[in-house]
């Protein structure tokens, strides 16, 4: 297996066992590489559009679908919590775990809570949309504001 | 790409904030993208899709136009 795989397949790996994405240090363990190829790999997977990183070029924002920091997205599966990206990403999470899951959000407009239970075959019908405010051009543009 | 209770919500949000509204997207329609854009990302052989890739899993749910095009200039 490359690097970059191994290295982006240890990445969601945490991610989905301790609900945030590693550290460099933690991952350099993980597989058993200094820190500085780890670094490199994680700018690399950045630019491949694999993972996003804070404008400190280490420490992973976001491992789509899942968030490295808090948001108003909240998916619990099973007695896990984690944090998704957007809209999208809180029925990524689901898809990607294949599990069944709880997403708790927010009406933007009336910030009254949203529940929704996802269940294998999808979202039980609830009163909610998604608006997307960005084309899809531009998602990578600023992908915290998308 | 945020929830909203309904499409009217939606427009109070954008007036409000002086912006465009945008496509509106039914859970269904979230909830096939998801599965189209994750469903294997946990995999070692998972991989973004690639624009051509993009435009079929749109078009497949009804998402057509220049919005949804990875490629369009048309927005600036």
Known sequence: MQFDTQVKTAVYRWTVETTKPPTVVEMSEVVGAPARDVRESYRRLRASRVLFLEPDGETIRMAPPFSGVPTQHCVRVGGREYYANCSWDALGIPAALQEKAQVSSRCEQTLEPIRIEVGREGPEPVPVVAHFAVPAAKWWADLVYT | ?76
């Open chain 2, 1 to 76: 790409m945020l929830f909203f209770r309904s499409e009217e919500r939606v427009n109070e949000w954008c007036r409000s904030r002086g912006l465009p509204r945008r496509p509106i997207i039914r859970l269904d329609q979230l909830w096939q993208l998801a599965v189209a854009w994750y469903e294997n990302r946990l995999r070692p052989d998972a991989r973004r899709p690639g624009p051509d890739e993009m435009r079929r899993i749109f078009a497949g749910i009804g998402l057509e136009g220049p919005f949804w095009d990875p490629e369009s200039d048309e927005f600036g």
